[in-house]
T-cell receptor, first 117, second 112 residues
């Protein structure tokens, strides 16, 4: 149980275009999902916390107008990278917290490799 | 042996030996800790967790030790196998927060 599905697993796009990444909790509901970014040989850095039915909370230094987050249901959050540039190329990973759990492990998707050319 | 690269420390062990991966966490208020395993091109996979009211917890072939005095966490893997080769991250969480803060990670390489 507690499977998080992320789609697509990889995407290549041209500079200036937008890319949408989906994160779904398949067998549980999640009021809170998290979006991380990971550069090669580095740790996961939290970008934003996605809350179902309300605005996302962004970490310092993350542009909310560039990384649009929508969490319209208890099983789906999307991250849209708008006007992507080569420096946005990274590994984006989402995670979800089951409804009603506080101190319990986050379940992670398998990530999306974004390459902007 | 253990070496520190530009970004990611690396630990090389012989197959069958025990591995010890260390982590220093940052927040003395953290009360929940998790070890994750990340294979290349994949998301983190839960290994084991421990709460701050414990100092040791064992799983299958893995043991986590917590020393709150010096804010140190370790992961011990018994009889390390080639399939254990991956990057290992510790993560901390504090009461009332849903967020996890990840450590820098250690790359474990198992020599057959």
């Amino acid at each position: 149980g507690a499977v998080v599905s992320q789609h697509p697993s990889w995407v290549i796009c041209k500079s200036g275009t937008s890319v949408k990444i989906e994160c779904r909790s398949l067998d549980f509901q999640a009021t809170t999902m998290f979006w991380y970014r990971q550069f090669p040989k580095q740790s996961l850095m939290l970008m934003a916390t996605s809350n179902e039915g309300s605005k996302a909370t962004y970490e310092q230094g993350v542009e909310k107008d560039k990384f649009l987050i929508n969490h319209a249901s208890l099983t789906l959050s999307t991250l849209t990278v708008t006007s992507a540039h080569p420096e946005d190329s990274s590994f984006y990973i989402c995670s979800a917290k089951p409804l009603g759990s506080l101190n319990s492990p986050l379940h992670f998707g398998n990530g999306t490799r974004l390459t902007v050319t | 042996g253990e070496s520190v690269g530009l970004h990611l420390p690396t630990l090389s062990v012989q197959e069958g030996d025990n591995s010890i991966i260390n982590c220093a966490y940052s927040n003395s208020a953290s009360d929940y800790f998790i070890w994750y395993k990340q294979e290349s091109g994949k998301g983190p996979q839960f290994i084991i967790d421990i709460r701050s009211n414990m100092d040791k917890r064992q799983g299958q072939r893995v043991t986590v030790l917590l020393n709150k005095t010096v804010k140190h966490l370790s992961l011990q893997i018994a009889a390390t196998q080639p399939g254990d080769s991956a990057v290992y991250f510790c993560a901390e969480n504090w009461a009332g927060s849903y967020q996890l803060t990840f450590g820098k990670g250690t790359k474990l390489s198992v020599i057959p």
